[in-house]
Every structure is written in structure tokens, then in C-alpha cells.
């Protein structure tokens, strides 16, 4: 097994050069990761200062906090989309967004720079259990001279997002804002038979792959079309986990020219097969291979327990894609499998704690784990509750 991964993270390091030359000749100027976070007042992290790197593998018990920070980046994007007040309200209100409700946080702020440039906004809570924004302020001094935007306040949705979106020709402004909006979070845990990901979807849905996977099909169809060799290096890698699949069938519905699934072809039959007759987990490496493959990735994606329901194997390969991955975009994981966490370095760790009701967030140092090492693995070392981040 370890000859056959070792063949393939070769293959995928190759293909990932490939693809960053590729990304590198549409964009002279990229969109950059974020290298540090500073988040007060949202849910359980009432006092964040996280420092990031290009791969940051989360983990901790349930309910530490780990999924906060997930939520955290989702709100991000509906607040870059100008959707924050209708996101909110799907949560409950305002209320249930800051730590331990209004009454004890009325104020929730956060900064997020990127190397040195910055954005940071303060909202404050309403008596209508909204939200309405304090101050707001983005920065961008890559270069002279330095671009500013700022807002006093007053407004439901961010003012200063959508100036830096739609108000500057600079390109590297422009990236500025791609970095924070392009933020992906994805979630591939519904595998149920209404799964959007296993109906029909609409063809021209392929600009990027959604959230939820649910244009997975129309995605890879235009793939197949416009960037072959993505599509080809992502089905060799699906086949390392699923060996019976031939390839997928992906073609209009006869019906409907605009409607397509992700259909399948096994290898031993010739016969169609549709998303429902593969196996939960089968969907959804191909889920994880498609969006960590994809030739024009997000500044950074964030994927919350991509393990689940996956082979022993596939965990091995899924470690070896995050990894690759992590050379063109900024990776946040969280996980509890000491499988996936044999994949990293403990300096790729951040240890989640819940101390007294809120989130403490601590990045591992190797140099402090050396002599456990010398007779353990990095997920031994999680089994036994060495690393931090563990039940009490």
C-alpha cells in the first residue's frame, strides 16, 4: 500500500505544478492566504488570536469549538455576498451567534490580515435581534500607495466588502477581497437519497463547485471539456479507491439539455450506473478529490471531518491530497481520526480546547512531542490523549 501512495502523491505533486503554472498565467498577481485571525464574541470563541499556515489540521473533542470556526468562515461569506442579516437569521437571531447571547457579549469583532493588508469590522447587537455593523475598515498597502476604505457604521450588510469589490480597478486590491470572499467552506456529509448531490443538476452550474457538491456533475462535465487533464488526474485518483470505477457518464439528460447526473460506469460492466449505487463514502471521496483537484481552487478551502465513512485507504490518500493540496491554497481541516492525522506533522496541529465555556485554540510544536515520537505515531499520540485537544 505505502508503494502505491508514495506512486501517487509523486503523480499529484506533478499535477499540482502543472496546475499552479496554469492558475499562475490567468492571475500575475494571486490571491494570497490569510496568516493571521482574530475573531472575539462569535459563539464559543470569545478571544481568538490564531496564527495560520498553508496547512492547519484542527482537532479537539466535540463541541470545543472546531465547527465554530468553520461557521465562522461560512458567515464570512454570506457577509462578503451581502447576505450576513439572512444568514443570521437562519441561526436564531443575533443572539445565538454571540457568546453566551446578548446579554453577555453585545459586541462581536474580528481582523483578518493577509500578509499587509487587513480587514477588520466590529457588529453590534440590535433590540430586533439583529445585526448592525459598528465600524468596518479594510487596508491594503501591498505596494504605494496605501488603499483604504472605512466605515463609521450603521449599515445591516458590509459597505466596505462591496467597495473593495466593485469600486477598484487595482488588481491587487481586487485579489484582496477574492482571498477573504473566496474563502470555501464545503460539506459532503449528506449522502441521504434526496442528497442534492445524487439528483439532476443544471449543466450551465459550473462556474465552481458549490458548497454541498450538488453540480458535482455539471462541474466534472466541464472539466471533462475545458481542462482535460484536471479531469483525467482526478479520475486516476478516484480510482485508486474505488479500482471497479471506469469512469463517469457524463452526458445531458435525453429529456432535458440542461439537466445532467452523475452517472458511472463500472469497469467489468457495460451498463450505467447512478450516484445512489455507490457506497456513501465512494461519494464522497470523489467529492474531496474533485474540490482539492480543482484547477482554479479558493485562497483557502475548509473542510470539516473529511474522514467520515471513508476506507482505511482512502483516509491514506485523502492525507496525501490535503498535503498537495496545500501547495496552491490555504487547507483548514478538522478532524478526529488518528488515521488522517498519521498524515501530518504535528506542526501542522492546532489543539481545540473548551476551557470555562469558550474555545482555546493552540498551535503543537514538534520540538515538544520529540522523545513520544521516537515510539509513537503523531495519531497514537492523539489516541492516547498526548497532544492536547483531547477529552479531559
Request: charge should be negative; glycine fraction near 6%.
Amino acid at each position: 500500500m505505502a508503494v502505491y501512495i508514495l506512486a501517487f502523491c509523486t503523480v499529484l505533486s506533478l499535477a499540482i505544478s502543472s496546475n499552479c503554472r496554469s492558475v499562475r498565467r490567468r492571475n500575475v498577481v494571486e490571491k494570497r492566504a490569510i496568516d493571521k485571525l482574530t475573531i472575539k464574541g462569535f459563539k464559543s470563541l470569545q478571544d481568538v488570536e490564531l496564527e495560520l499556515g498553508q496547512l492547519n489540521v484542527l482537532i479537539g473533542p466535540n463541541g470545543a469549538g472546531k465547527s465554530n470556526l468553520v461557521s465562522y468562515f461560512e458567515m464570512l461569506q454570506e457577509m462578503a455576498k451581502e447576505r450576513f442579516q439572512l444568514w443570521t437569521a437562519k441561526r436564531g437571531g443575533a443572539s445565538r451567534v454571540l457568546t453566551f447571547g446578548a446579554d453577555h457579549t453585545p459586541q462581536m469583532s474580528s481582523e483578518i490580515s493577509i500578509g499587509e493588508n487587513f480587514y477588520e469590522f466590529a457588529i453590534e447587537h440590535t433590540d430586533d435581534d439583529r445585526f448592525v455593523f459598528a465600524s468596518e475598515k479594510a487596508l491594503i498597502r501591498d505596494g504605494k500607495p496605501v488603499h483604504t476604505h472605512a466605515s463609521d457604521g450603521g449599515n445591516s450588510e458590509s459597505h466596505c466588502l462591496r467597495y473593495v469589490a466593485s469600486n477598484s480597478g487595482e488588481i491587487r486590491v481586487i485579489l484582496f477581497y477574492s482571498s477573504i470572499s473566496d474563502a470555501s467552506v464545503y460539506h459532503f456529509h449528506d449522502t441521504s437519497s434526496t442528497a442534492p448531490v445524487k439528483l439532476t443538476s443544471q449543466l450551465n452550474d459550473n462556474r465552481h463547485l458549490r458548497k454541498d457538491a450538488s453540480n458535482l456533475a455539471a462541474y466534472l462535465y466541464m472539466l471533462k471539456h475545458a481542462h482535460e487533464d484536471t479531469y483525467d488526474q482526478i479520475v486516476n485518483a478516484v480510482r485508486l479507491a474505488i479500482p471497479f470505477l471506469d469512469d463517469f457518464v457524463l452526458e445531458p439528460e435525453a429529456l432535458n439539455a440542461n439537466s445532467i447526473m452523475l452517472k458511472w460506469r463500472h469497469k467489468d460492466f457495460d451498463y450505467e450506473f447512478i450516484p445512489s449505487q455507490l457506497s456513501d463514502g465512494s461519494l464522497r471521496f470523489i467529492c474531496l478529490v474533485t474540490a482539492l483537484m480543482q484547477p482554479d481552487p479558493p485562497s483557502t478551502i475548509i473542510i470539516d471531518e473529511p474522514e467520515l465513512g471513508l476506507h482505511p485507504y482512502a483516509i491514506h490518500l485523502l492525507g496525501a491530497l490535503l498535503r498537495s493540496a496545500s501547495k496552491r491554497m490555504q487547507v483548514i481541516v478538522a478532524t478526529q481520526s488518528p488515521q488522517l492525522l498519521d498524515e501530518f506533522s504535528i506542526d501542522n496541529l492546532i489543539a481545540v480546547e473548551l476551557v470555562n465555556g469558550v474555545s482555546v485554540f493552540e498551535r503543537l510544536e514538534e520540538e515538544d512531542f520529540g522523545e513520544w515520537l521516537k515510539d509513537f505515531s503523531v495519531g497514537e499520540l492523539w489516541d492516547k490523549n498526548v497532544l492536547g485537544g483531547g477529552i479531559p
